[in-house]
Every structure is written in structure tokens, then in C-alpha cells.
């Protein structure tokens, strides 16, 4: 079985960039949730993904914005890059739309913004 | 709101000592609970859960019970490893909204030989 794989590893933009983060979910799972890790915090919720359409949405500015594709694997957009964007960005996939399934996350990708 | 609230760390304990981490919740409803861990430059794993008031999730040593009557859901290990030295997330899951996950603040656990 394939745990949830995200891609690149690290990344760094300049201000005012946009950048696109990439997760493969783990086999059998249709629904992804991304989280935003700051230095030192626990992880805030941006959005989940469940059979393509999002399903819920954090705290965030239009700006961040994802997708889900059919194969249920997601891509997080970062529009205007700021500074304060500089985390390590967390996927979660689960198995189901259902709210008390358990997620489980990839490694990260780790966004300096310069 | 919901919110889920640590003990601030760091936690530093010499191997073979026992181990807490305090856990205490807000919630409506009737949340799932989680224990994450996360070690250096990884993502977060998955280290014991209990979906429902008395249950008792446990797993490498770990153990935590879902005390509602106190909203805690504290994690204990009888006797600590070096390779325990990690950051340790509590979490619930917010079912009147996605299921979104709400993690505390984390827990800085470092054992010395």
C-alpha cells in the first residue's frame, strides 16, 4: 500500500510569486485536506478535497486556492506570494468523505519565501 | 470554538522514566481524538487515536484515554526510548466541519541516554 507522497521536498519563491505544491493521495482514499505548518505551531486546516469538490475551508485568503483530480491526487496554489507563507505544507488523505475517518499525512513540502 | 490546548515543552526525561503529555479539549459535540508525532524534517505521523468517550488508544508503548467527563486525553508511556525524542501533536477531529483536524500547539519531547 502507498502512503501519501508530496512533491517537491522544498521550494523557495520570492515575493509576490505563485507556487503549486502536489500530493498523491494513499490508495483507496478520495478525500485530501491540506494544512499550513508554521515554525514551531501545530497545523491549520486551509481546505479539504472530496471527490473533486472542496468540502470545507479554513481561515485562509482566496488566494490559496487547490484542486482534485480524478485520480484523487491534489495540487495546493499559492497566488502573491507573502512572507509570512513560508511553512511546511501538509496533505492528508482519507479513506471516505465521513468525518470521523482518520488522516494520515505526507512528509511536507517546506516553502521559504523570500 | 474548538480548540485543543498542550503542556508547553520542552519535555526533557532520561531514558527508561515515565512519560506524560497533557491534553485538554473544546468541543460541541463528540469528537475523535488523535495523538500525532512528528520527528525531524518528517511529516506527521499517526500514533494512537480513540473515537469515543473511555476508549483507550495505544500503540509502541503509548497509551491515551478519551475522559470526557475532564475533556482530556493525556498520553503516557511507562518507560521512554531515545527514539522517542520528537514533537508530540494532539489533535481532534471537528465533525461539524469536514472533520477538519484542530492540533494543539505540539509538545517537544527530548530523551538523554
Known amino acids: 500500500e502507498t502512503g501519501v507522497t508530496q512533491s517537491p521536498t522544498h521550494l523557495i519563491k520570492t515575493r509576490g510569486q505563485q507556487v503549486t505544491l502536489r500530493c498523491s493521495s494513499q490508495s483507496g482514499h478520495n478525500t485530501v485536506s491540506w494544512y499550513q505548518q508554521a515554525l514551531g ?35 495546493l496554489n499559492v497566488n502573491a506570494l507573502e512572507l509570512d507563507d513560508s511553512a511546511l505544507y501538509l496533505c492528508a488523505s482519507s479513506s471516505s468523505g465521513r468525518r470521523e475517518d482518520t488522516q494520515y499525512f505526507g512528509p511536507g513540502t517546506r516553502l521559504t519565501v523570500l | 470554538g474548538n480548540s485543543v490546548t498542550q503542556m508547553e515543552g520542552p519535555v526533557t526525561l532520561s531514558e527508561e522514566a515515565f512519560l506524560t503529555i497533557n491534553c485538554t479539549y473544546t468541543a460541541t459535540g463528540y469528537p475523535s481524538l488523535f495523538w500525532y508525532v512528528q520527528y525531524p524534517g518528517e511529516g506527521l505521523q499517526l500514533l494512537l487515536k480513540a473515537t469515543k468517550a473511555d476508549d483507550k488508544g495505544s500503540n509502541k508503548g503509548f497509551e491515551a484515554t478519551y475522559r470526557k467527563e475532564t475533556t482530556s486525553f493525556h498520553l503516557e508511556k ?6 522517542d525524542s520528537a514533537v508530540y501533536f494532539c489533535a481532534l477531529s471537528d ?15 527530548q530523551v538523554k541516554p
Open chain 1, 41 to 75: 505551531q501545530g497545523p491549520q486546516f486551509i481546505f479539504q478535497y472530496y471527490r473533486e469538490e472542496e468540502n470545507g475551508r479554513g481561515n485562509f485568503p482566496p488566494r490559496f486556492s487547490g484542486l482534485q483530480f480524478p485520480n484523487y491526487s491534489s495540487e
Open chain 2, 78 to 83: 511507562g518507560s521512554v526510548q531515545v527514539s
Open chain 2, 95 to 109: 465533525r461539524s466541519n469536514t472533520g477538519k483536524l484542530i492540533f494543539g500547539q505540539g509538545t517537544t519531547l
